[in-house]
């Protein structure tokens, strides 16, 4: 009964590929998030979505695309993977867009791209 | 924006030791002073927040000090063991949550 489950949990893929990355969460949260990790452990907010509204975008190549069919789910998808993706991408979730509450982290997915 | 920084970077403790982390911030907005510990291939899990109306916070061997005129908090662990080697993070809530870079704390027996 993982509270927040992404999946897969590894992808290794080309350049040039378009993946996808799932997030569930069952903790009735309103608020869900991408973060990407990268080699040097630095996590960076990508998107930001409240009750399947989009309210961050931090500049992130527009191809990436999150979709969140329903405030339990966020979904990232990348088109033409590029060397640079390389990274492990976390799902997180948390009670409301409010930033003064915790936020509960995914096992998080490690993209490798060849 | 919010600018947050996180120092040592790399922290090495002898078991039993103490080791103290702390994070600057810029915005006097902010209200909300998570820790996360991430062990080595596993998420950011919280190990202790602070609110800015509390000082300080305690949690068995860790806690979490807060100082708003100097817009500084720090995370202590005393008596470390082995368990406690992990990267840890400070993040601070203002409008959007903003991560320190991580410290890498290595406890050696």
């Known amino acids: 009964d993982t509270a927040v489950s992404q999946t897969p949990k590894y992808l290794v893929t080309q350049m040039g590929n378009d993946k996808s990355i799932k997030c569930e969460q069952n903790?009735?949260?309103?608020?869900m998030y991408w973060y990407k990790q990268d080699s040097k452990k630095f996590l960076k907010i990508m998107f930001s979505?409240?009750?399947?509204?989009?309210?961050i975008n931090e500049t992130v190549p527009n191809r990436f695309s999150p979709k969140s069919p329903d405030k339990a789910h966020l979904n990232l998808h990348i088109n033409s993977l590029e060397l640079g993706d390389s990274a492990v991408y976390f799902c997180a979730s948390s009670i409301g867009r409010m930033s003064n509450q915790p936020q509960h982290f995914g096992d998080g997915t490690r993209l490798s791209i060849l | 924006g919010e600018n947050v920084e996180q120092h040592p970077s790399t922290l090495s403790v002898q078991e039993g030791d103490s080791a103290v982390i702390k994070c600057t911030y810029s915005d006097s907005a902010s209200n909300y002073f998570p820790w996360y510990k991430q062990e080595l291939g596993k998420r950011p899990q919280l190990i202790i927040d602070i609110r800015s109306n509390v000082g300080e916070k305690k949690d068995q061997r860790i806690a979490v000090t807060l100082n708003k005129t100097a817009k500084h908090f720090s995370l202590h662990i005393t008596e470390t063991q082995p368990e406690d080697s992990a990267v840890y993070f400070c993040?601070?809530?203002?409008?959007?949550?903003?991560f320190g870079a991580g410290t890498q704390v290595v406890v050696t027996p």
């Open positions: 993040a601070v809530g203002w409008g959007k949550f903003q």
């Open positions: 903790l009735g949260h309103d608020t």
């Open positions: 979505y409240n009750n399947k509204e989009l309210i």
